[in-house]
């Protein structure tokens, strides 16, 4: 267990040791939960969404008669999304080491700063084959231990890679320009050739992600992302806070300076050491390259500014670098800029850090602990269960009861599955989302009035994301509304509290 370590160690030491950052990571949770003072069933409520769902894997094996028999069950798991029996160790990301296939899709734009760079002639063909291979070899392991996940042989990031290798091999594509196009024709081409041959259709969600941020695009899965506030565009506030610690004004220095160097190498350098020039800037431009395709992802998805904001500290650094900022002057006077841009910056920062560390509250959801221990007192534990996707995560967590439904929704079969379920908000009649839930086998819904009311914009109500589906359908009263103030004919209510209502299907409709 690491120990905060003494003032003066902390004071005098740069960076900061692991240590040091995660009990900084740490206190801030326990602050803003009081974790360590929470019974069993609150810490594991805490747990939401993906992380609940994830978690209970772990749980599965560690209560299992022993390792063997607890990856068994899930690798063969007939409770995530009943009556299906899955293996967990495909569909999801699991092993600790594959973990990071879980943004695989960032990684062709890695393969493309690479590429980039060598397309501008500052990466030579055989340093960059062998990164390819790399890229090859992984991609390959992460499928083998995925037990043959197709989505990762589907994706852009295989495509882009098989894409180069061509480009690279093929005489006819040497000038830049056509490169750059065939690069990006050919990716695109060889992904939706591959998704056909392979029959997947898992990221077909994110082309449509794409595609609604650019024109007036839009469908029911498309709007369950960009209607919740991490998948819309970056807000205002976000460059307001990198212009207040400097970061954005120090990164668009360090990239206007890596374009002035680049621009000098290239025409100052004799041909007979270009290439050694070219070698001393090269990490440079691969870093601004990314830099680029991270600082786009972040404007389009603002969720993915947490790939942008570590780049942008790394770029930051570069002030420190003699390469570049060799023109302020003598060693101790590059010292003495680098430490007051440091000072402030940390103006800023710190009123960052105190900001977060006033943050106290307590963790406490007392109708969820209401609903899921009448779940595990009133309940068969294999009685099945539907509802929303966070929810779900933590009946399934706490409780062990087969769901039908999760918060895993980058698979097809799942999305499909979770339309069904949600349903229950949509302006159909009583009888066709009836249809709907007992085709999945459910035997108990857990209705949350929030979900049927609830508006983040325009348009992004529950019913309103069912009307872009059904259009014939705008302007009724959303089933949920009536089921809010009576459950007959379809559902008895069995339990309800502030926030939840669990529906069960009347007996004579069964």
């Known amino acids: 267990q690491c120990r905060r370590p003494p003032t003066a160690h902390r004071l005098h030491t740069s960076p900061p040791p692991p240590c040091d950052h995660r009990y900084h990571l740490s206190q801030l949770f326990e602050n803003d939960r009081h974790f360590s003072h929470l019974s069993n069933l609150e810490k594991e409520m805490a747990f939401r969404t993906e992380m609940g769902l994830y978690y209970s894997y772990y749980k599965t094996i560690i209560k299992a008669p022993s390792f063997l028999d607890g990856l068994h069950m899930i690798m063969n798991d007939r409770l995530t999304e009943y009556p299906l029996v899955i293996n967990t160790l495909k569909r999801f990301n699991l092993y600790p080491e594959v973990s990071l296939s879980k943004v695989s899709a960032l990684f062709v734009f890695q393969v493309a700063s690479l590429f980039a760079s060598y397309i501008l002639g500052y990466l030579v063909a055989a340093k960059m084959q062998s990164i390819l291979v790399t890229h090859m070899i992984t991609l390959g392991v992460c499928f083998i231990l995925m037990f043959g996940n197709s989505m990762l042989l589907t994706s852009f990031y295989a495509s882009s890679l098989i894409s180069i290798w061509c480009i690279m091999d093929n005489v006819c594509f040497r000038q830049q320009v056509m490169q750059g196009l065939a690069w990006v024709g050919s990716t695109v081409l060889l992904k939706f050739l591959l998704s056909t041959v392979f029959g997947a259709s898992d990221d077909a969600h994110i082309s449509g992600l794409i595609k609604s941020k650019f ?4 469908d029911f899965h498309t709007l369950m992302y960009t209607c919740a506030a991490e998948f819309d565009f970056m807000e205002f506030e ?3 806070r990198y212009l207040k610690t400097l970061l954005l ?19 100052g350098c004799r041909r007979k050491l270009l290439s050694l020039c070219e070698f001393a800037i090269l990490q440079l431009v691969y870093h601004s390259l990314q830099l680029v395709a991270f600082t786009v992802l972040a404007i389009l998805i603002m969720r993915l500014k947490l790939f942008l904001t570590p780049h942008m500290c790394i770029m930051a650094s570069l002030v420190c670098s003699r390469q570049l900022f060799g023109w302020v002057g003598e060693k101790f006077r590059h010292q003495a800029v680098v430490f007051g841009l440091v000072a402030m910056m940390a103006v800023q920062g710190v009123a960052n850090l105190q900001a977060q560390w ?3 509250g307590e963790f406490s959801n007392l109708p969820q602990e209401e609903l899921l221990n009448w779940i595990q007192e009133s309940t068969r534990p294999d009685s099945v269960f539907a509802g929303a996707m966070p929810t779900m995560a933590s009946v399934k967590l706490s409780t062990g009861r087969p769901i039908v439904n999760h918060p895993h929704y980058e698979d097809a079969g799942l999305r499909s599955r979770t339309k069904l379920v949600y349903s229950m ?13 007992m085709t999945l086998g459910v035997d108990f819904f857990i209705l949350e009035d929030s979900w049927c009311t609830r508006r983040t914009r325009p348009g992004c109500s529950m019913p309103e994301i069912w009307d872009v589906e059904n259009p014939e359908n705008v302007g009724k009263i959303p089933f949920c509304t009536h089921l809010s103030r009576n459950s007959r004919p379809y559902f008895n209510t069995v339990f309800s509290n502030d926030i ?11």
């Open 425 to 437: 908000y949509s302006r159909m009649s009583g009888e066709a989302v009836k249809q709907n839930l």
């Open 238 to 240: 976000t460059p307001v």
């Open 358 to 360: 006033a943050i106290i």
């Open 215 to 218: 024109t007036s695009y839009k």
């Open 249 to 267: 004004p120090i990164n668009l220095l360090v990239v206007a300076l890596v374009a002035a160097r680049v621009s000098s190498v290239t025409c």
């Open 500 to 510: 939840y209502k669990v529906l069960k299907f009347s007996k004579d409709l069964r």
